[in-house]
């Protein structure tokens, strides 16, 4: 969610701030700004409710020489406070030396802010976030020194969070985290801070993830105080920009869709021979289990059905998935292996279900494309994705990895608990290694067949997704899709539970989409809704509306490929709802109210 980024540096603070935000993008946003230190001891603060390419032009007109190598800069997403300049971060204290940056929530924020008022504090904003400014000139004015003050100041703010105080009276910068991404970084250009690593760029080789206590400053190397004795370790951090370009691509969405056969290629390259031999699972120095929870929320929860669905049935194994933000109700069974699955190891709602009595003394496997996320550090294995960095919000090729990722990790599991014998286990792997075969096929056929489908829906108000089995599992990423990026209504429903109410929805002309994975049952209800005129789009066989499943340059697979359910039917969802985006005007890399890393609950 919302982005932060700091800097001590010789060269132009403004120029790395800005390329850091732009960086962190894709964790969406609405509203961005920077403050920087002036030589006579003020700052520069410039915010707006725009990209961050309008922010640079603006700083493009500023005289560089008044400004310090110091820095402090934020990507918003509105929580506390609507969208407006007055509520975009930098945020400062009545003095306007103490300066403030924090992505997070303060539950207790009311309770503070009347304090503040009552001790005659004037507020400029309506965010939680400001109060941290307040209550850090309240410490300073005292006499404590800058980092001992902000180890008091996160101290009485309850919640979660990173904050990171730029003084501007004597330029030093201070970050401190709870329960929320903070990582720090020097080399020759300077020091630096940011919400994750793709904000530092290529200007280090290595960098430190703040743990809860932890209070760090920016100088060269970086000064670590608070509760922790030893400072975190030292991780090296190989920046490639590949990730980050467009490569001739219109967005970045588009890019992503099709890198998917190739990453397909590439994680099971990496997992299926460790999985077949058991090396994936004994690696893991896991204990064995009788039945399995995966946790996760939105596209990570999808993945993490499929995956349940696995274990169900390749090993009978008892396997259900647990929506993250209502965990608190989640009654665990005795030997259960928690699987939480997170495309960036931040969500929130994962980690605090994790938190929750229910869940102590789970055994956690973490599945997560950041391995130095938080998520990796509360469980007690990992397994990455190796998805590479993906910028459009909506996931795509993420979901693919997970899936893959998950699936190897199920079959290996079940297969050295004896659930799953050798010549089965050979069989299904065998039947995974066609996965970039079926994608690549899939995304042929989206790419011809899909882009007039979603002009022809462009007039629709929702669209109703169907699937039978694992079909379930796809269309509800397909309906999760469509809502992201069109923001236009849609629902999935198991088909069977059509004659159950939703039926009364289909009238003439009602967009379905089905994904047909074949058999009797599926047939009958798809011609329930043709009978009442729906505007049937059919994604299956020979024959389809979309006929993307089961296609391959060796021997077809009838209705699809099975191990994981028709996975290959994904692709022409997503390209359903980018090209119905494209119609209808979206901005389809960041659509609104959405962010990449859920950091809030």
Known sequence: MCGIVACRTDGSPTGYLCDALQALEYRGYDSVGIAVQTRDGGALRLRGTHRVAELVERIADLPQSDLTGVGIGHTRWATHGGVSERNAHPHSDCSGSIHVVHNGIIENCEELRSELLARGHEFSSDVDSEV???????????????????????????????????????????GACRRAPLVGATSSNGSFLASDISGFGSLVASFQVLRDGDVVELAVP???????????????????SSDMGLHGYPDHMAKEIDEQPELAGRILDRLVGAAGSGALWRGLELPA???????????????????????????????????????????????????AMSQSGETADVLHALDGDNFAGSTVLAITNNPNS??????????????????????????????????????????????????NTRSILGDLLRMPDL????????????????????????????????????????????????YRWAQHYPAGELKHGPLALVEEGTPVVVVDSG??????????????????????????????????????????????????????????????????GRDVDKPRNLAKSVTVE
């Open 132 to 174: 941290i400014a307040h209550l850090m000139e309240e410490e300073v004015g005292a006499g404590v020194d800058l980092a001992d003050a902000l180890s008091h100041t996160i101290d009485r703010c309850e919640g979660s969070g990173a904050m990171v105080i730029m003084d501007s009276d004597s330029g030093r910068v201070v």
């Open 222 to 240: 970086l000064r670590w105080t608070g509760r922790n004795p030893d400072q975190p370790p030292v991780v090296p951090h190989e920046w490639t």
């Open 289 to 339: 289990f009788e039945r399995v929870a995966i946790v996760g929320c939105g596209t990570s929860l999808n993945a993490g059905g499929i995956v349940a669905a696995a274990f169900r049935r390749f090993g009978l194994m008892p396997a259900e998935t647990v929506i993250a933000s209502e965990a608190a109700d989640t009654v665990l069974g005795p030997r259960t292996l928690v699987i």
């Open 374 to 423: 938080s998520l990796a550090r509360r469980a007690n294995a990992i397994v990455e994705c190796s998805a590479g960095q993906e910028i459009g919000v909506a996931a795509t090729k993420t979901f693919v990895a997970q899936v893959l990722t998950g699936v190897a990790v199920a079959i290996s599991a079940l297969s050295e608990q004896g659930r799953v014998d050798r010549a």
């Open 439 to 486: 994608l690549a096929q899939s995304l042929t056929v989206a790419k011809d067949v899909v882009p007039p489908l979603a002009s022809q829906l462009a007039a629709s108000q929702g669209v109703i997704f169907l699937g039978r089995s694992a079909g379930v599992v796809y269309a509800a990423e397909g309906a999760l899709k469509l809502k992201e990026l069109t």
């Open 519 to 584: 058999g009797a049952r599926i047939a009958g209800n798809i011609a329930e809704v043709a009978a009442r005129g729906a505007r049937l789009i059919t994604i299956g066989g020979p024959g389809s509306t979309i006929p993307a499943l089961g296609r391959s340059l060796m021997a077809p697979l009838d209705n699809g490929f099975q191990p994981c359910g028709p996975l290959e039917s994904v692709i022409p969802m997503q390209v359903l709802a980018r090209e119905l985006a494209l119609v209808l």
